[in-house]
């Protein structure tokens, strides 16, 4: 596609329930990162992908998330019993690798009441 | 570990003035530096991606100059308009995770008409 494309835009959930975000990076872009962005703070690397080795999940801040790539393409994020402080903005990016230019997409905003 | 900081955090000036935006970071071992704007309730547009052999990058109206050995890049906003409000972002790439994007908080940037 033109540009990374994040699904859904908007999510609000239960506390407790469990959650899938996704993203479709740029066509031909092996490298696929998530971020996370709290209120008022920074960004928080979460994962990254890079072709087919294996990803670098030392970002995610407990066992309830976990994340894959299919195909070395679409990527799905997950929170498993979700909790008040997992609500954020999640951010994915790709780029064609690890260290060149980043395109971020528009993030899906995670609320869980 | 490489820490990044942006200031000021907040800068208001009147349309038309050119301006300077400040990215500082400790580990002067970086493969690259970014700088991203962010629009409210949207993702993050990259503007300029230095490499670290690069001295700076000029897009348009914007300039972003890089100092490794002193650890301090800036972003150059020449005849601001009121669309050029946003937070801009630096991020840089180092160390042993050179794909881990390192961020600073970010300087919100208002244009006064």
């Known amino acids: 596609g033109a540009g990374v494309s994040q699904s859904p835009s908007n999510k609000v959930t239960e506390k407790g329930k469990d959650v899938e975000l996704r993203c479709d990076p740029i066509?031909?872009?092996?490298?696929l990162y998530w971020y996370r962005q709290s209120l008022g703070q920074g960004l928080e690397f979460l994962i990254y992908?890079?072709?087919?080795?294996?990803?670098?999940k030392s970002g995610l801040p407990s066992d309830r998330f976990s994340a894959e790539r299919t195909g070395g393409s679409v990527s799905t994020l997950t929170i498993q019993r979700t909790q008040q402080e997992d609500s954020a903005v999640y951010l994915c990016?790709?780029?064609?690798?690890?260290?060149?230019?980043?395109?971020f997409g528009q993030g899906t905003r995670l609320t869980v009441v | 570990k490489q820490e990044v900081t942006q200031i000021p955090a907040a800068l208001s000036v009147p349309e038309g003035e050119n301006l300077v935006l400040n990215c500082s970071f400790t580990?002067?071992?970086?493969?690259?530096l970014q700088w991203f704007r962010q629009d409210p309730g949207k993702g993050l547009t990259s503007l300029l991606l230095i490499q670290s052999s690069q001295r700076e990058q000029t897009s348009g109206r914007l300039n972003a100059s890089l100092d490794k050995s002193s650890g301090r890049s800036t972003l150059y906003i020449a005849a601001s308009q009121p669309g050029d409000s946003a937070t801009y972002l630096c991020a840089v790439s180092s160390g042993d995770s050179n794909y881990q994007l390192i961020w600073g908080a970010g300087t919100k940037l208002i244009i006064k008409p």
């Open positions: 990016a790709s780029s064609f690798v690890g260290i060149t230019e980043a395109f």
């Open positions: 580990d002067s071992a970086i493969y690259n």
């Open positions: 066509s031909g872009h092996t490298a």
């Open positions: 992908f890079q072709g087919n080795s294996a990803p670098d």
